[in-house]
């Protein structure tokens, strides 16, 4: 979970004014409200490996990449693009905007920030595919995923997560749209974080060349337009 980031602004005034902000919406008798009912049944199962504990872990297309290794993580109040993905995205550092707010990670340490970005995010297949523009910062730590998806994407799509179900719905007009979590990937990236004494123990250069090449590997880069 990430905490901290701007939230309707990176400013202190903008924090506080963000806190007092508090819309309680009803759904009157007798009027239906917009949009399709989304729920989860047991079709949605169909290729997934039960009982698991994986987290979702999808493929978007961010900025026109497909980008692989993407969380989606309902408790980070801010979406992330790792560094070494957005240096393969050749977007210009130039168009970053500072930022005032620090990040922190669950254990509390600070996250050096390179900037903030808002860039447009598409999930789902067509039609049922949706698009939209949101906030990114850009942080310079390692990590075995690429992207976190935070609260701020949710929101923006609607979005409802089940990650039993291995899959995230949001609304397309009167339809639903879905992006389905990859569970082989999701272990992968959960090996990655958990060191073990044979990763402590690659001393020797073939290993530790075939360990890099492993982790670009799993950019999934190919061209302008996969990451």
């Known amino acids: 979970m990430i905490i901290g980031g701007a ?8 924090r506080k004014a963000h806190s007092r902000q508090l819309k309680v919406y009803g759904v009157s008798r007798g009027r239906p409200t917009e949009g399709p009912i989304i729920g989860f049944r047991p079709q949605d199962l169909e290729g997934i490996e ?10 978007a ?8 290794r993407v969380f989606v993580d309902t408790g980070s109040l801010v979406n992330i693009i790792f560094k070494r993905a957005f240096d393969q995205m050749q977007i210009d550092e130039a168009d970053l905007q500072p ?28 039609p049922l595919r949706r698009t939209r ?31 039993y179900h291995q899959k995230m719905k949001f609304p397309v007009g009167n339809q639903v749209g879905e992006a389905r979590g990859d569970q082989q990937t999701s272990r992968r990236c959960y090996m990655d974080m958990v060191p073990t004494e044979a990763k402590k123990n690659r001393r020797v250069q073939g290993a ?20």
């Open 7 to 14: 939230t309707d602004g990176d400013s202190h005034r903008s």
């Open 133 to 163: 523009r949101v906030p990114f910062i850009i942080v310079d730590a390692p990590s075995t995923y690429n992207v976190i998806l935070g609260r701020p994407t949710l929101s923006a799509f609607s979005v409802v997560v089940s990650t």
């Open 50 to 59: 039960v009982p698991h504990d994986d987290a979702l872990v999808i493929r």
């Open 61 to 68: 297309t961010i900025a026109n990449y497909d980008i692989a």
């Open 208 to 227: 530790e060349i075939h360990a890099v090449q492993e982790a670009s590997s799993a950019m999934n880069f190919e061209g302008k337009e996969s990451l």
């Open 99 to 126: 930022m005032a707010t620090s990040l922190f990670g669950f254990t509390g340490n600070e996250v050096q920030l390179l900037g903030q970005i808002t860039l447009a995010i598409s999930m789902g297949e067509e």
